[in-house]
């Protein structure tokens, strides 16, 4: 298939390996040039995995969004969610009739691109979908190399407007291990980041900011941290409930299983330990300006709030790990997040809400809720 891969961070190298590897004629876009030179003098990307290291030839290499997204069937944005808002004012005018565009994950972005498309006037007929991680456990070790130290073996999937579910998912299945959620409010409720993440820098604060370097999900991750962790999943997981959202709901609980006994989760089996053998998440983190905080807690900690609210169900867990990640950073994280208030849907009642993202929006002035 023609797919165009956008962006620059450890997925979207991942991405552009793996689906050129797999046979598909991939585009692959990142705007900042200076940074994706040498993949632009190689035409390709290395990549190490399981199967060891090799360099992958990628079909175009382009700083030019238009040029990327030309004659693509599928459109992969393996991005942080807080980078959706300039891509998408971009990119949804310029979208065509038949395109199916993919967030893995999305945080709900996929609400925000079919906005974005409304405001630009943009009546193509484009399919959008969004699922709750990345497809890869990934870390890029130079310009132009990254490693994958698992591959998702489950993909957790929403799709807008609903009703084309089943066409979307079977075009999706070409590239991915897609499974069906009822909607894409179903897939931004996987997302496992702001669960896994916010927990994690928040609980492992002073080690992150004494030492120059410190896994999270190794020394970092002990039983009391996910003690709270599973409790936050809870609070997820009731959430979905609330809303009618059946299982399965991907428990946090069965991605740390030592015993493996639960469901598979995303990445399959023993995945954790794939992470943390790896080495590449001790890093560097800086509270205030991380992904995990800036994408993970500002945004999809802020958005299960909102919902929470929205829903009249207290989540005592997940505010008051936003409130604390608002001390740490020195920002109100609720006020800058994507909230449903934000998004114009906090007065929509729950049926009204289920209409609009089964059926799509009936006119432009219907995407200004």
């Not at 030179?37 to 030839?57: A, C, F, Q, T, Y």
Request: glycine share 8%.
């Amino acid at each position: 298939m023609e797919i165009a891969v956008l962006g620059g961070g450890h997925g979207c190298y991942a991405a552009a390996a793996d689906l050129s590897q797999k046979g598909h004629r991939v585009r692959f876009w990142r705007r900042n040039l200076e940074a994706f030179e040498p993949v632009l003098r190689s035409g390709g990307v290395n990549l190490i995995d399981h199967k060891g290291e090799r360099s992958v030839p990628i079909h175009l290499v382009t700083n030019v969004l238009s040029e990327a997204i030309k004659d693509a069937q599928i459109i992969v944005v393996p991005l942080p969610a807080f980078s959706h808002g300039d891509l998408f004012h971009n990119l949804a005018p310029l979208l065509i009739d038949g395109q199916i565009v993919y967030l893995p994950p999305g945080t709900f972005g996929t609400y925000i691109l079919a906005k974005a498309m409304c405001s630009a006037g943009n009546s193509a007929k484009v399919k959008l979908a969004e699922t709750g991680t990345l497809p890869y456990l990934a870390r890029k070790h130079s310009s132009d190399t990254v490693v994958v130290s698992a591959y998702a073996t489950r993909l957790p999937t929403g799709v807008f407007p609903a009703r084309d579910t089943e066409t979307v998912l079977q075009t999706l299945q070409g590239i991915y291990p897609v499974e069906s959620c009822e909607d894409i409010l179903s897939g931004a409720l996987m997302n496992a980041g702001p669960i896994i993440h916010t927990p994690l820098i928040i609980m492992n604060a002073a080690p992150l900011e004494h030492f120059d370097t410190w896994d999270i999900h190794n020394e970092g991750t002990q039983s009391s941290v996910r003690r709270v962790t599973t409790e936050l999943d809870n609070e997820r997981i009731k959430i979905r409930e609330l809303l009618g959202y059946s299982a399965p709901h991907f428990p946090l609980a069965d991605h740390y299983d030592p015993d493996r006994s639960g469901e598979e989760w995303m990445y399959g089996r023993a995945a954790h330990e794939k992470l943390t053998d790896s080495g590449d998440w001790r890093e560097s983190i800086d509270l205030k300006g991380h992904r995990y905080m800036l994408e993970d807690a500002r945004l999809g900690l802020s958005f299960l709030t909102s919902i929470s609210r929205w829903l009249g169900f207290s989540a005592p867990i997940i505010e008051g790990l936003l409130a604390i990640s608002s001390i740490v950073a020195e920002r109100d994280l609720y006020k800058e997040g994507r909230t449903f208030e934000d998004l114009g849907l906090s007065n929509l009642k729950p049926d009204e809400l289920k209409r609009i993202l089964f059926e799509g929006f009936d006119s432009p002035a219907e995407s200004n809720h």
